[in-house]
C-alpha cells in the first residue's frame, strides 16, 4: 500500500504462524486451551456464588480474578482461532482498537486486582483479629468496583490517543491481535505521544502495584517467621504461595512488554510472550488457586455429589 495514497481502514493480522500446515493443529490446541480457560474460570465463579462457605473477601476477589482472566482470553483467542481456519485475517480499524481496549480492560483490572487481593492476605495473616473489621463486605465491593473502574477509564486514553494516528505505509500487524505496540510501527502520524503515554502508564500501574505486593507479602513473610506453630506457618504459606505464583507469571510478562528498557520494533513482536500472558496465565490461574485449596475443592466436591 502506497504512502499517502490512501488511508487504510483495515488491518491484516498476520497471526501466530505463517506455515499453512500448522493451522489445524494449532487451532485445536487452542481451542482446547480456550474452552479449559473458559470452564475453569466461569466454573470457579459459579462455585463461589453456590457455595456460601466461599462468601469471603478472598473468594470475592478470587471470583473476580476469574472474571478479569475469562474476558483476556476471549478478547483475543476467539479472532485468533477464526483466523487460523480461514484465509481472511483482515479485521476492521474500529473492531482492532475495540479488541485492544477490551483487552486492556482486563489486563488492568487483574493488575490492580492482584494488589488488591496481596493486601487482604496481609490484613488476614499480620491483623486476624480485625480481618472483618477491615475486610467488610462493603470494602471488598468498593475496592473491587475502583478495580473495574479504572480497569474501565485506563484504555480510554490509549484507544483515545490511536484515533489521531493515522496509517497509510502498511496495513500488516505482525501480531496474533491488535497490540497497540505494533500499530505504532505501521503509523504514518508519529507516535512518540502514544508512546511515551503508554510507557507512563504502564510503569506507574504496573509498578505501584507490584511494589504494594512486596510490601504486603514482606510483612506477611516476617508474620509469619514469628509464628511458633509449624502447622500455622504451613497453612500461611499455603494461602500466599499460589498468589505469589500468579503474580511473578502475570507480571514478569507484562514488565518484559511494556516496562523493559530499550526501543525498536523487533522487541514489541515476540508472539511468545503475548501467547503466555493473553492464554497461558487465564488457563492456570483457577488451577494455580483451585489444585490446593481445600475450601475450593470440598465445595466442588459437594456440587459434583
Given at each position: ?104 480492560y ?9 494488589m ?35 480497569g ?7 484507544v ?62 516476617f ?35 511494556y ?47
Open positions: 500500500m502506497e504512502a499517502n495514497q490512501t488511508l487504510v481502514t483495515e488491518f491484516f493480522l498476520k497471526g501466530v504462524t505463517e506455515r499453512p500446515e500448522l493451522r489445524v493443529p494449532l487451532f485445536l490446541v487452542f481451542f482446547f486451551i480456550y474452552v479449559i480457560t473458559m470452564v475453569g474460570n466461569l466454573g470457579l465463579m459459579l462455585l463461589i456464588w453456590k457455595d456460601s462457605h466461599l462468601h469471603t473477601p478472598m473468594y470475592y476477589f478470587l471470583g473476580s480474578l476469574a472474571f478479569a482472566d475469562a474476558c483476556t482470553s476471549s478478547s483475543v483467542t476467539p479472532k485468533m482461532l477464526m483466523n487460523l481456519l480461514t484465509r481472511n485475517h483482515m479485521i476492521s480499524r474500529l473492531e482492532c482498537f475495540f479488541q485492544y481496549y477490551f483487552f486492556c482486563s489486563a488492568t483490572s487483574e493488575v490492580l486486582l492482584l488488591m487481593m496481596a493486601y487482604d492476605r496481609y490484613v488476614a495473616i499480620c491483623n486476624p483479629l480485625l480481618y472483618l473489621v477491615v475486610m467488610s463486605n462493603r470494602r471488598c465491593t468498593w475496592m473491587i468496583s475502583v478495580c473495574y473502574a479504572i474501565f477509564l485506563h484504555p480510554l486514553i490509549h483515545g490517543l490511536l484515533f489521531r494516528l493515522t496509517f497509510c505505509k502498511s496495513n500488516v500487524i505482525d501480531h496474533f491481535y491488535c497490540e497497540i505496540l505494533p500499530l505504532y510501527t505501521i503509523s504514518c502520524t508519529d507516535p512518540s505521544i502514544n508512546a511515551l503515554v503508554i510507557f507512563v502508564f504502564a510503569t506507574v500501574i504496573q509498578e505501584i502495584s507490584f511494589i504494594s505486593i512486596i510490601i504486603s507479602y514482606t510483612r506477611v513473610l508474620a509469619i517467621l514469628k509464628k511458633r506453630s509449624e502447622s500455622g506457618r504451613s497453612k500461611a504459606f499455603s494461602t500466599c504461595s499460589a498468589h505469589l505464583l500468579s503474580v511473578t507469571l502475570f507480571f514478569g510478562t507484562l514488565f518484559f512488554m516496562v523493559r528498557p530499550g526501543t525498536g520494533p523487533d522487541k514489541y513482536q515476540d508472539k511468545m510472550y503475548s501467547l503466555f500472558y493473553t492464554i497461558i496465565i487465564p488457563l492456570l490461574n483457577p488451577f494455580i488457586y483451585s489444585l490446593r485449596n481445600k475450601e475450593v475443592l470440598g465445595a466442588l466436591s459437594k456440587v459434583m455429589k
